[in-house]
Antibody, heavy 120, light 113 residues
Framework: EVQLVESGGGLVQPGGSLRVSCAASGFTFNKFWMHWVRQVPGKGLVWVSRIDSDGSRRNYADSVKGRFTISRDNAKNTLYLQMNSLRVEDTAVYYC??????????????WGHGTTVTVS | DIVMTQSPDSLAVSLGERATINCKSSQNVLYSPNNKNYLAWYQQKPGQPPKLLIYWASTRDSGVPDRFSGSGSGTDFTLSISSLQAEDVAVYYCQQYYDTPITFGQGTRLAIK
């Protein structure tokens, strides 16, 4: 069964840092682009960042560029999001998500259940 | 950035009736070399992550009931539910994956009338 399990969320003060992780299982992790998407409870979905299968290409939303870093460890089947200089407006549920096709980013098909980050 | 605008924001439909949600992109999301629309639809129920329903604007994901269908091309798209069931109550999002930043519509809340 394909599974994505996020961890590492919590409460952090403004200006602080946090790293969230996503453990992947049930598929060949090193062949898929991966994404982070966030959602304020009761609000819509907002894409944060993506990384290609070998970690050589990364993209970010303007709102997090220069503060957040996406990375992956294919040996550990794990995706990361390092979040620095956190702001109150970064408070959200952070979802890890997988691209739908091998080696290509043609949309997202699998989502984790999310980890909650609260900046206050 | 490609802005995705859904209409309506909320919708109430009787059980067994048809539900239609629209999505308009601010730029064309049809990629001419492969003639594919880089548009997906997701369903999100309370307390759950989104679930992929439709990709390439009209291809149902595996296991999605055939009462769900997607149509449209270029900048105008539609998600239809042919005969609404109680379990279809959810928020529905369109998403473009033509270009980064990947963007979502604001969501349409579907309820039972």
């Amino acid at each position: 069964e394909v599974q994505l399990v996020e961890s590492g969320g919590g409460l952090v003060q403004p200006g602080g840092s946090l790293r969230v992780s996503c453990a992947a299982s049930g598929f060949t992790f090193n062949k898929f682009w991966m994404h982070w998407v966030r959602q304020v409870p009761g609000k819509g979905l907002v894409w944060v960042s993506r990384i290609d299968s070998d970690g050589s290409r990364r993209n970010y939303a303007d709102s997090v560029k220069g503060r957040f870093t996406i990375s992956r460890d294919n040996a550990k089947n794990t995706l990361y999001l390092q979040m620095n200089s956190l702001r109150v407006e970064d408070t959200a549920v952070y979802y890890c998500a997988r691209a739908r096709e091998v080696l290509e980013d043609y949309g997202i098909d699998v989502w984790g259940h999310g980890t909650t980050v609260t900046v206050s | 950035d490609i802005v995705m605008t859904q209409s309506p924001d909320s919708l109430a439909v009787s059980l067994g009736e048809r539900a239609t949600i629209n999505c308009k992109s601010s730029q064309n999301v049809l990629y001419s070399p492969n003639n594919k629309n880089y548009l997906a639809w997701y369903q999100q129920k309370p307390g759950q992550p989104p679930k992929l329903l439709i990709y390439w604007a009209s291809t149902r994901d595996s296991g999605v009931p055939d009462r769900f269908s997607g149509s449209g091309s270029g900048t105008d798209f539609t998600l239809s539910i042919s005969s609404l069931q109680a379990e279809d109550v959810a928020v529905y999002y369109c998403q473009q994956y033509y270009d980064t930043p990947i963007t979502f519509g604001q969501g349409t809340r579907l309820a039972i009338k």
